[in-house]
């Protein structure tokens, strides 16, 4: 077998089993089994760096006579997350204007005018008046600045596609991680029913049942061991172990993105990335 052939094995050699524990828009639970460690890493690797999001990343300031600086605002701005159309916009490299300000299919405008008439007031994410109805801020509620009577902030932003790899305002997820599956074994014989591994238990996985120890919610072990440890007997009457291939995924998005669509994007790129790596091979076979 070549290396190309390989590389094309190890593609389709997964036969994933995939359970969907918890879906929102905002969050994906899923168990994954089937697969290895490596596949789990690249791809919650590719949904923090390489997933594109958009964020505001240029400012254009008409006036300010607000107490904070420019950048610091423009950094604020930048930190504010947008909703995300992925089918309408191109990341700026790959889009075909190839210009330095942008096109229609690779930037958004959105505007400020606010100014403070009455008396002090903050200023939120809200009032922001974007170009494109559909990329706004995911919260009216961020607060960007406050103003005192009299102090006006006048501005431009222009929001792009970007990698969280380049800068953390284009990650599209909060939180993107995955334990192993728990395998959790109370073996009656060397149990004297003590309770002392329920009580010990810090994300109370395990229940007295009548005078029984039971487990109540496998998916919440952490694999800390202390219940293990807190087991008088000898040998152990309870055994902790981990399933070797299989895990459980949490994606928690920021709003800019659902989370599945987060995940898919993920295999997206990841595929995508298989296939360049096999072409390379390919010319340097050649
Ligand atoms: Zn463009």
């Not at 074994?185 to 009580?199: G, I, L, P, R, W």
């Not at 395990?206 to 039971?214: A, F, S, W, Y």
Request: hydrophobic share 40%; charged share 30%; net charge negative.
């Amino acid at each position: 077998m070549n290396r190309t052939a390989i590389i094309a094995h190890c593609v389709v050699s997964y036969q994933v089993k995939i359970e969907i524990l918890e879906k929102d828009e905002s969050i994906i639970r899923l168990i994954i089994r089937d697969v290895d460690v490596t596949l789990m890493n690249a791809l919650r690797r590719i949904a923090l760096a390489e997933v594109p999001s958009m964020a505001i990343d240029e400012v254009v300031m008409i006036e300010n006579s607000a107490i904070l600086q420019d950048e610091i605002i423009a950094h604020r701005l930048g930190l504010t997350p947008l909703k995300t159309d992925l089918d309408s916009y191109n990341l700026p490299e790959e889009c075909q204007c190839q210009s330095e300000f942008g096109c229609n299919l690779c930037r958004v405008t959105l505007t400020l005018d606010a100014e403070a008439k009455e008396g002090t007031r903050t200023v939120y994410s809200g009032e922001l008046i974007s170009e494109n109805p559909n990329i706004v801020p995911v919260s009216d509620k961020v607060p960007i600045i406050k103003l005192a009577k009299g102090q006006k902030l006048k501005l431009e932003a222009y929001a792009r596609l970007g990698k969280g790899k380049n800068h953390a305002k284009w990650q599209p997820v909060s939180v993107c991680a995955y334990k192993y599956l728990p395998k959790i074994e109370v073996t009656s014989k060397n149990c004297e029913d003590c309770a002392k591994c329920a009580e010990t238990c810090p994300k109370k996985v395990l229940i007295m049942k009548g005078n029984k120890v039971d487990v109540r919610d496998l998916l919440a072990c952490n694999l800390c061991m202390d219940c293990v440890e807190a087991c008088p007997q000898e040998p152990k009457g309870i055994k902790v172990d981990w399933e070797k291939n299989a895990f459980i995924m949490n994606i928690e998005s920021n709003g800019v993105l659902p989370a599945n669509r987060i995940l898919q994007e993920a295999t997206k790129i990841l595929d995508k990335q298989l296939k360049e790596f096999e072409e390379q091979l390919k010319v340097k076979e050649e």
